[in-house]
């Protein structure tokens, strides 16, 4: 007891909480399925009890019977009571005929009343024996039987309380016998903590106390014994070790970490400063590539923002290192001055990224460089230089198999006219502000990047023909990714995926580029490189005559064509064109001209020529001029003009049936059989083409009858 006092009071309230509860509940269990046993045994016992009792009156019934009828036993009331005396468990007995009335009954007031107004009403009577229960009684009921058939029963009846009032004795009986019980536990148990705990508990706390207290690290508690209170003495000698140790040795051990996180520090640092070096080396060599962004022209003013995600700082040097790229140039095609402009996004993070920019830039620089050298160069079409552009960055990144590739808008303004071309590789689209209102250009994905290794990918060329003060918008996206909040619940960044969203942002800043970054910062943090090329065509065309002098020409050539006096017409109309710069104007040149017969040909062509400098986007064009350069046998010019039309609608099945049709006058048998494969899938019952594959087949079984002779 002594040692127990000394042992917490939490400790000792939980301990015999802990016992109490376990043998309350193994007890509680145990005696209600003891008592469920119990009820059902006593029950058993009381049934037995009045059937003895009721088997005994029926057999000195059955003996009257002999006799007397039921209704004339003699002395059967005294007799009643005599039973109901000798066995205080039964509450009452009585006899009852067939008919359901009391004969005889312990109690005489109840004699001669129908059994239905008896005490207990309840009762469904057969001819057999069984236990009853009638209200707050169990009663049995005994037929009486003469010749075989029953005349009458006997009801013994006991009172259910008789059972509660045993088993309210039974649990006297058990409470008390557990109270002893648990007595008896909680002092056994406060004799075994006492003993077998407490007292090395407290001897191990108190030599612990005198360590700590005098901080005699040399001194050990003393272990005896192998059970857990040993383990945690052994434990706490083992730390006392330790911490002896650390002591000894703590200015030593303090002094090498200090030189391991020194050198750990320098060698982070000099991985670092490398690291700023590498970036700072590879910003050298992109850098100039995109210094050199110049245009001269009046009628176009081209802007660019470049801002990389990844800043370092070398030295004393700062600087920024990304994937994104922006290059500005102008070149000479077919004697006609071009801007060149180049959005790019390199795939990967800061130098794998930036090593796709450099490369992009080195070899754009090159093609560039070779167009303004080469003359054979400068003669290609407009969309004919993007294509080898294409095709030239596309080999170079498809050898890196796949771990360098590049999203990019690259594209020619003609800066005359304000027409330009362009091929979207899986960038961003194009935004065109025109009136107020800010469109995309391109909704829809036509090429994948730069550096997917396709089988089968056909550039496609977008153009557009922009207008006086129209502003022509390419971005990477950057321009999206933009951080608008911060889910707590799964702790994740909500990232901005609306890419409409910016064209609510050009529309609000009126493509002003510095107003269009404020308005993009204030959506919430930028997370990606972002950079954006701004076109802006300010040249305004002003015909040199009214519309209403115009109108005037042109109803005078109209009166010429339709009167069949077409060479005067076409005087009139080229009149007209010459100070009237209207598409409309030039078809309808062509229209006489076409009319006039094949005399008139080259000066079709010329006018074509000179509609298209004027409308370089009229598909109509191209494709009518590519027809009349087949009629004068200009296969070349032909080819050219059509390639040119499948640059934008790879699939228009007139203009394949053409091309075809040109590839087998040239004798160029590999182009003719690709494109007649082609129309095979798209259209294999068109009749032209079947026309055309009749006439190839004539023109095969003549080359060899020709050859046979």
């Known amino acids: 007891m002594f040692y127990f006092k000394k042992i917490g009071k939490s400790l000792k309230l939980k301990t015999i909480i802990m016992v109490i509860s376990i043998l309350f509940i193994t007890i509680s269990i145990t005696l209600t399925i003891n008592l469920i046993q119990i009820k059902d045994r006593l029950k058993a016992a009381l049934e037995r009890e009045i059937y003895t009792s009721g088997l005994l009156v029926k057999k000195i019934v059955d003996t009257n019977l002999s006799f007397f009828a039921l209704e004339n036993l003699s ?47 309840d009762r469904i009577l057969t001819d057999s024996w069984k236990i009853l229960p009638i209200g707050q009684y169990y009663e049995s009921v ?3 039987s003469f010749d075989n058939q029953t005349i009458g029963y006997i009801h013994v009846g006991v009172d259910k309380s008789i059972i509660d009032k045993e088993i309210i004795k039974i649990i006297l009986k058990t409470v008390l016998i557990f109270i002893g019980a648990l007595i008896f536990t909680i002092l056994m148990l406060i004799f075994f903590i006492s003993k077998k705990i407490v007292s090395p508990i407290t001897a191990l706390s108190q030599e612990m106390k005198g360590i700590t207290k005098n901080m005699n690290l040399k001194k050990q508690v003393h272990v005896i014994g192998q059970d857990e209170i040993s383990v945690l003495g052994k434990e706490f000698n083992l730390m006392l070790e330790e911490i002896r140790n650390y002591s000894e040795n703590l200015e030593e051990m303090v002094e090498e970490r200090t030189e391991e996180l020194k050198k750990s520090l320098d060698q982070v640092n000099m991985l670092n400063l490398q690291q700023s070096g590498d970036y700072f080396l590879t910003s050298l060599l992109i850098n100039p590539l995109m210094e050199e962004n110049k245009q001269h022209s009046k009628n176009i003013e081209m802007d660019v923002y470049l801002s990389q995600k990844k800043k370092f700082d070398f030295g004393h040097r700062k600087g920024e290192i990304g994937g994104d790229i922006c290059i500005i140039d102008e070149i000479e095609l077919q004697g006609k001055q071009y801007t060149v402009f180049v959005n790019g996004d390199a795939m990967g993070k800061s130098l794998q990224g930036a090593g796709g920019a450099l490369v992009m830039g080195v070899v754009f620089r090159s093609f560039i460089t070779r167009t303004k050298l080469m003359k054979i160069m400068r003669n290609f079409y407009p969309e004919r230089w993007l294509k080898n552009c294409y095709e030239e960055l596309q080999n170079i990144f498809v050898s890196f198999n796949g771990s360098m590739m590049i999203s990019a808008v690259v594209g020619l303004i003609d800066t005359e006219t304000g027409f330009i071309c362009y091929f979207n590789a899986e960038h961003p689209w194009s935004v065109l502000y025109r009136d107020k209102k800010a469109v995309f250009t391109d909704e829809s994905l ?37 951080m608008i909040g911060y889910d707590e619940k799964t702790n994740t960044r909500i990232i901005n995926e609306n890419e409409y969203q910016f064209l609510e942002i050009v529309e609000r800043s009126e493509a002003d580029l510095n107003q269009i970054i404020l308005e993009i ?55 007209l064109a010459s100070k009237y710069k209207k598409q409309a104007v030039y078809s309808r040149i062509i229209d006489c001209y076409r009319l006039l017969g094949n005399n008139y040909l080259e000066k079709e062509a010329e006018i074509l ?28 010019k032909a080819l050219d003009y059509g390639e040119k039309f499948r640059l934008y609608q790879e699939y228009h099945i007139n203009n394949l049936i053409n091309l075809a049709d040109i590839y087998r006058l040239a004798k160029n048998d590999i182009g003719f059989l690709k494109i007649m494969n082609i129309l095979k899938m798209i259209a294999p019952n068109n009749v032209n083409y079947i026309k055309l594959k009749e006439i190839t087949e004539k023109e095969f079984i003549s080359s060899q009858n020709s050859r046979i002779k």
């Open 142 to 144: 005994t037929p009486v």
């Open 75 to 121: 002395g059967m009331n005294l007799f009643l009571n005599e039973v109901l005396n000798s066995n205080e468990n039964i509450s009452y007995v009585f006899i009852s005929n067939k008919k359901r009335i009391i004969l005889y009954h312990n109690n005489l007031s109840y004699e001669n009343t129908p059994l239905d107004q008896a005490i207990y009403t």
């Open 446 to 482: 036509s090429l994948r990047k730069i550096g997917i290794d396709i089988e089968k990918q056909n550039l496609i060329i977008h153009s557009l023909q922009l207008e006086y003060k129209d502003v022509f918008l390419v971005g990477s996206d950057g321009r999206d990714d933009i």
């Open 521 to 575: 910062k204030k959506m919430g943090e930028i997370t990606d490189d972002l950079s954006l090329i701004r076109i802006f065509y300010k040249k305004e065309i002003m015909p040199e005559i009214s519309e209403v002098e115009a109108f005037k020409i042109k109803m005078k050539a109209e009166k010429a064509f339709q009167e069949n006096r077409l060479e005067e017409a076409v005087n009139i109309f080229l009149n």
């Open 609 to 636: 020529e000179t509609a298209l400098i004027q409308f370089p986007s009229n598909l109509d064009f191209i494709f009518n001029i590519s027809l009349v350069y087949k009629k004068l046998k200009n296969y070349e």
